[in-house]
């Protein structure tokens, strides 16, 4: 597996691990390719943004983090540069976002934004895994 260091206080909640075939016993071969982070409340997308970059660069791993803070959930999403193709991330995080009324932007490689509707979060949370499940 891939170590994951920790660089803020966070909980794991999905991470997307795929069977890779290539001549050896396909049982001992995993790849995780990404990650789903949900934030302490209170982490805004200024402090989000350099967190999600470090873990990215640190894994390279797709990864996409939420928080609540100010009234609404904050969302950023990095991915490392083979992976774009696969799961860009603005793609990623407006098909979140729209799970919270929101709205974001940005580029391929990384994006951010948020939405209102803080009840709405698990829903996020799950979207967030289902993209990347899908896309990865």
Known sequence: GTLVHAVAAATVLAVDDRVVEGGVHVALLFRWNALVLQLDDGVDGKAMQPIVRKVVKET?????????????????????????????????????????????????????????????????????????????
């Open 60 to 136: 390279n791993l797709a990864t996409i983090a939420l928080a609540v803070a100010g009234g609404k959930v904050g969302c950023c999403a990095a991915v490392p540069k083979e992976l774009e193709g696969d799961l860009a991330a603005n793609s990623w995080l407006q098909g979140v976002l729209a799970e919270v009324g929101g709205r974001g932007g940005g580029k391929p490689a990384q994006a951010q934004g948020s939405g209102p509707d803080v009840a709405a979060l698990p829903k996020a949370v799950e979207a967030a895994k289902a993209l990347a499940s899908e896309a990865l």
